[in-house]
């Protein structure tokens, strides 16, 4: 029989690399803290979102990988990719949360996107001009 692989590596390799990139949500958040004070900067942020993982779900929410893609200290804003096995995770131990530094807080999740999120995409209007 002849050595034919019905697919070069390189192909494998890509697809695999496609599919795992739609495995993530794209949470955006808000950090509320009623009563002012410091604001957490983007490290004490990130800080703060494993801090509820392991409160709620132990060192194996704690190692979820969450990645925060924007971060506004103004609005305390967010931006946040999580695997989307991790989705519900992520969400529940931030509804939980209530504390950050013995203040009182409450994370709001404002939307939720499957892969995609708010990457900058081409929009289908775009995409479907036609040209002459």
């Not at 993530?24 to 900067?41: I, K, N, T």
């Not at 392991?54 to 925060?68: K, M, Q, S, T």
């Not at 804003?77 to 504390?99: D, E, H, N, P, Y």
Request: glycine share 6%.
């Amino acid at each position: 029989g002849r050595m034919e692989r019905a697919e070069p590596p390189a192909a494998t390799f890509e697809r695999r690399v496609l599919r795992s990139a739609a495995e993530h949500h794209y949470l955006r958040v808000r950090l509320e803290l009623p009563d002012g004070g410091a604001r957490p900067s983007v490290a004490q942020f990130k800080q703060l979102v494993v801090a509820a993982l392991r409160e709620l779900h132990g060192e194996v929410g704690a190692a979820l990988p969450v990645d925060v893609l924007t971060y506004e200290e103004k609005t305390l804003s967010a931006i946040l990719r999580v695997i989307s096995s991790g989705l519900v995770k992520l969400w529940s131990a931030l509804t939980l949360l209530g504390f950050y530094q013995n203040r009182r807080c409450a994370f709001r999740v404002l939307q939720v996107k499957p892969c995609g999120g708010w990457t900058a995409s081409p929009s289908v209007s775009s995409r479907s001009k036609v040209v002459w």
